[in-house]
C-alpha cells in the first residue's frame, strides 16, 4: 500500500466507525450522509483488504484487523487534528526559546535593559542573543535565519522581503568632558571642525553625520576613531576629545561620567530608529511576540526621552 494513494480523510471515518460501532452515528459526528459513510467504509475495506465493521445486530462489529489498526488511527486522527492542523501558539510564560537580536552596541544598551526587565516577570525561560554585523550583511542574516530581528537604523532592509516598524526618531549630541576646563556651551562651525574629534563607527559603518557633512564639504579633525560607543565611556574623561553621538549614547554616558553637551553649529540630520524583520518570520507567534514586546518598551513619541 502506498500512502500517495490513500485519502486521509478515509482515517477519520475508520476512527469514528471504530469509536461509535454505527455507520449512522459516525456520518453524523462527521457531517456525512449515511450512503457517504457507507462509501467510505467501502473504499477502506478494499484499501486494507478487509472487512474491518460488520454488521451484528444493531452495531457494526470490528474484525480482528479494524481492533489492531483502531488506537493506532485514532493516534495519527489526533497528531493531525491538535498538532498540525492546530492554530500555532506562543505562551511566553513556559516558552523556552531563543532569539537572536542584530543591533550594534548602541541598541544594547538603549533597548535591551527595558526588554530583560520584562523577560524577567513574564518570560523567564526565554533567551536573548544580541549580535553586531556590517550592515551590507543585515538582510542575509535575517534571511538566512541567524538573526531574528533587527533594530536599529539600517536603511539597507528597506526593501521587497522585508518588514519594519518604526520605534522612534532621534538625533545628534555633542558632548565632552565636563571636568576639562569650563569649555564652550557652543560652537561655531569653524571650532567644531577644528576640535579633537573621537568618532566611533561600529563595524566600520558610515554614519548619517559623516555624510550629511561630506554634503557641505566639511572635514572634522579626526583624532581617534572607535568601533564601539562604549569606549567612549573610558577614552572621554580627563581628555578635551569631542564626540557627535546618537542622543540616547549620550543620555546613557551622563547616567555614568560628567559630560557636557555642546551645542552644534548646524542642525543634524533624524534617526530613524525601526526595526525590521524577514517576511517568512511575519506569521511565526513567537516572533509576534518579540517583536511586540520590543514595540511597547522602545516606542516613543515625538521628543520624548530613553526610558530608564
Known sequence: MDIRNVDLNLLVVFDALSRQRSVGRAGEILGLSQPATSAALARLRL???????????????????ALELGPVVHRVVETINHEILQQARFDPARAERSFTLLTPDIGEVAFLPGVLRRLRH??????????????????????????????GFFPDLKKAGFFQQGLFKTSYACIACARVGPGPSRMTQKQYLA??????????????????????????????????????????????????????????????????????????????????????????????????????????????????
Do not use: C
Open 195 to 308: 576640535a579633537r574629534h573621537v568618532v566611533v563607527l561600529p563595524d566600520g559603518r558610515e554614519h548619517m553625520l559623516d555624510r550629511y557633512l561630506d554634503t557641505k564639504g566639511w572635514r572634522r579633525h579626526v583624532t581617534l576613531e572607535l568601533s564601539h560607543f562604549m569606549s567612549l565611556l573610558a577614552l572621554l574623561p580627563g581628555t578635551d576629545l569631542v564626540a557627535t553621538v546618537p542622543e540616547d549614547i549620550a543620555t546613557v554616558m551622563e547616567r555614568h561620567i560628567p559630560i557636557r553637551r555642546i551645542a552644534l553649529p548646524f542642525k543634524p540630520p533624524v534617526i530613524e530608529v525601526q526595526q525590521f524583520w524577514h517576511r517568512r518570520m511575519q506569521n511565526d507567534p513567537g516572533h509576534r511576540w518579540l517583536r511586540g514586546l520590543f514595540h511597547e518598551v522602545n516606542r516613543r513619541e515625538a521628543n520624548a526621552g530613553m526610558p530608564l
Open 122 to 151: 513574564e518570560a523567564p525561560l526565554v533567551r536573548l542573543r544580541a549580535i553586531a554585523k556590517p550592515r551590507e550583511a543585515a538582510a542575509e542574516a535575517l534571511a538566512s535565519g541567524d538573526a531574528d530581528l533587527a533594530v
Open 47 to 65: 484499501i486494507f483488504d478487509d472487512a474491518l465493521f460488520v454488521r451484528a445486530g444493531t452495531q457494526m462489529k470490528p474484525t480482528p484487523r
